[in-house]
């Protein structure tokens, strides 16, 4: 859920032009908009809030990013390192993963029973949990949101050898066989997904692959954009909350959450002269973005663990769980950051 990586613009007023390797704080603002989402969408239930849409965010931005790299590599090298690939992706998501896992472990055993700690470190560990999801056999898991996990990293099985294989031809049919993959599993999913939309792997795959085709679009010609880009992209993923909200979180909002990310994402990498991308950039939005993926590890086991110890709903705990999850995300990051740089700069 998480690209270390992120990209700076090269950018006039006039448009988009296709961005090189660096930091965009505002980016890490956009991941801290989708982790509050996720983060208040759970604990506030069983009352009703449309955030689940904060998780399209992330897969579209990632998509975005990882296909932008890859393809980057590519024009500098001639290919693709898979195994750099893969094990940079190890390295950067294992070590927070594995903490999380370590330390629940006896708080959920004790409180929920060690079959079901076992079970949910076993499915989270090998990215297994959508299985569990679509199954309906993990509901009321503790670690049942690591279901986004397994969707990202099982697409990144398939992703990098295939653009590498589309990249072989001409740029510009490596745009449409994207686009054309990405119209089809939004239509898989009306046709086939419709009811499980919130844990779906053909649906929420549709934002990984949207982000993708966005990023193969930037890098093969700039464009022009309106400064109202961003601002649409805000007003879809509202809308895509605002619907949620109301009724069950459908295909439809999914897909919505999907536009609106990808228009925020477009309208960030237009440039820093829009006001979203200077209030996206401020120091807390971007501090909080960079812990994004350690917050999404501890929030949801901290929920269940408080939810079963008070014997009630996560409305009644998420005031106190939220503060503790963000503590503990802070502190996890510190602790495994200096391992990932070491491992990064031994693989180098």
């Known amino acids: 859920m998480t690209v270390t990586q992120t990209l700076p613009v090269q950018s006039s007023a006039q448009g988009v032009r296709p961005p090189r390797l660096g930091y965009i704080p505002a980016l890490d603002g956009l991941r801290a908009l989708a982790i509050v989402l996720v ?16 998780v399209d965010v992330f897969f579209v931005l990632s998509g975005f990013l990882i ?7 590519r024009r500098a090298t001639g290919t693709v390192s898979f195994r750099r690939f893969y094990t ?3 390295v950067r998501l294992y070590p927070p993963l594995l903490l999380m896992l370590a330390v629940v472990f006896v708080p959920i055993a004790v409180t929920m029973g060690v079959k079901t700690a076992l079970s949910g470190s076993g499915l989270s560990l090998f990215y ?3 299985v569990g999801a679509e199954s309906g056999s993990t509901m009321l898991s503790p670690y049942e949101h690591t279901w986004s996990l397994g969707v990202e990293e099982w697409f990144y099985f398939l992703w990098p050898p295939a653009l590498l294989l589309l ?3 001409r740029r510009r049919w490596a745009v449409v066989a994207a686009a054309v993959a990405a ?5 898989g999913a ?6 499980s939309a919130e844990v779906s792997f053909i649906l929420r795959a549709c934002g990984l692959m949207a982000g993708c085709v966005l990023a193969l679009v930037l890098q093969r010609r700039a464009f022009s954009v309106g400064r109202w880009v961003g601002l649409a ?12 909200s109301m009724a069950p979180f459908s295909t439809l909002d999914v897909l919505t959450a999907d536009l609106g990310a990808l228009l925020l994402v477009l309208g960030i990498m237009r440039g820093p002269q829009g006001l979203l991308h200077k209030i996206l950039s401020v120091g807390p939005f971007a501090s909080l973005g960079r812990v994004s993926y350690e917050i999404y590890l501890w929030h949801y086991p901290v929920l269940c663990i408080l939810g079963v110890l008070n014997h009630s709903d996560w409305l009644e705990v998420g005031w106190l769980a939220l503060p503790i999850s963000l503590v503990l995300a802070v502190v996890a990051h510190r602790v495994t950051q200096p391992l990932i740089a070491r491992l990064r700069k031994s693989l180098a």
């Open 88 to 90: 940079r992706r190890l």
């Open 128 to 130: 297994l949990m959508p």
């Open 39 to 54: 983060a208040v969408y759970h604990a506030v239930m069983p009352a009703h809030f449309g955030g689940a849409g904060g």
């Open 233 to 244: 992209g805000l007003a879809f993923l509202a809308l895509s909350v605002l619907r949620s």
């Open 67 to 73: 296909t932008t790299l890859l393809v980057q590599e």
């Open 190 to 195: 009306f046709v086939a997904e419709a009811e």
């Open 167 to 169: 990249l072989r031809g």
């Open 183 to 187: 119209a089809g599993l939004a239509v």
